[in-house]
């Protein structure tokens, strides 16, 4: 594999391999990675050589860590469209995978947060390790759960959904499988044996015999975050932030005292909006619906200082201190979320 290449998709075997490769970064998704993956997509799907689709990242540190947000922050306002190029590029592609025909094997070793766990959890074969870190962090820089996280995390068991939404607290890998965006624990040890045997499949290979290969390596995965599920169905089942934070104060739970403290530090436009775009995706009938929807607020977003400051203060000056306005739950109104909602003449599909 290329070292100076961003992306490399070949064909090894039956497989056609997709790995991200900007292991610095994390492996976080430029855009002209994303049209480099679509195409590649494209191209196996219509290649009989070619059983299923793998796709892995390149590094010790993760998958992927999400969507190039630098690139975002300092281009997203500048008037050449860059933003809107971005998200509908990266949201077709969120879904071309959860279409695909052929098996999509992800292997989620590590870090898979933000759009890593978009170009993953789409997928119909994913795989987790000890080693895997799964997020939607995104209520902590001023935006929300995109790349059809909506979708994903309102069909997740009970409220774990919307608390992984809100809160954008990073689980294990078993606690993936048990909130629905993950299939598979493997030992980091064995993904070598995995790919090998991925790779020695025949052409004819069908979704059945993908997940046998991966059965064989598999390990059962018990989840710490299972023991909360009905404290966590208690305080986020409703459709109000300040609801919910309530109910995290009166349980008074350790577990509840972590998640009122997380919540109080996301911003408040975000937390608002996520939870209404979270109930709204609940009612959709397809991804695509949420997507659709999500590039309406996508756009909202590039345009509010939410996201500039929330970037600035997690990546770009790093102090951790952002200056969320408005600052309070009660002061984010009707008005300042109605530009979320608000159709545009541009639409993904």
Not at 45 to 71: K, N, W
Not at 87 to 108: L, S
Not at 209 to 229: N, W
Request: aromatic content about 6%; charged content about 20%.
């Amino acid at each position: 594999m290329s070292e100076d290449r961003e992306i490399w998709c070949e064909v090894q075997g039956s497989v056609g391999r997709i790995h991200l490769n900007r292991p610095r970064a994390i492996n976080a998704l430029t855009l002209p990675m994303i049209h480099e993956m679509a195409a590649a997509l494209a191209r196996f799907a219509a290649d009989p050589a070619v059983a299923l689709v793998l796709v892995t990242g390149a590094g010790e540190r993760g998958l992927c860590a999400g969507g190039d947000i630098r690139a975002l922050y300092e281009r997203g306002r500048d008037g050449s469209g860059f933003g809107a190029d971005f998200f509908r590029a990266e949201y077709r592609m969120n879904a071309q995978i959860a279409g695909y025909a052929k098996p999509y094997v992800a292997i989620m070793d590590g870090i898979t947060m933000g759009g890593g766990v978009g170009i993953s959890a789409h997928g119909s074969v994913r795989i987790v390790t000890e080693r895997t870190r799964l997020a939607m962090p995104e209520t902590g820089i001023g935006f929300f759960p995109d790349i059809g996280g909506t979708w994903l995390l309102a069909r997740a068991p009970g409220e774990l959904g919307t608390y992984l939404g809100l809160s954008g607290e990073s689980i294990g890998g078993a606690d993936a499988i048990a909130a629905g965006l993950a299939d598979d624990l493997v030992p980091s040890s064995a993904l070598p044996a995995l790919v090998d045997a991925l790779c020695a499949l025949p052409p004819t290979a069908l979704r059945a015999d993908v997940r046998a290969v991966v059965a064989r390596f598999a390990q059962p995965a018990a989840s710490p975050l299972a023991a909360h599920q009905g404290e966590i169905d208690t305080a986020f089942g409703g459709d109000d932030v300040a609801a919910i934070l309530a109910a995290l104060a009166a349980s008074g739970t350790d577990f509840a005292r972590a998640a009122q403290d997380s919540l109080a530090r996301k911003s408040p436009t975000s937390l608002k909006l996520t939870l209404r775009l979270l109930r709204a995706a609940r009612h959709s009938a397809s991804l695509r619906d949420c997507l659709e929807r999500e590039f309406i607020a996508a756009h909202q977003v590039l345009a509010s200082d939410e996201f500039h400051e929330g970037v600035r203060a997690a990546v770009i000056d790093k102090d951790r201190n952002p200056h969320w306005n408005p600052a309070s739950l009660d002061a984010v109104t009707e008005a300042v979320l109605a530009p979320y909602f608000t159709p545009r003449a541009d639409t993904l599909f």
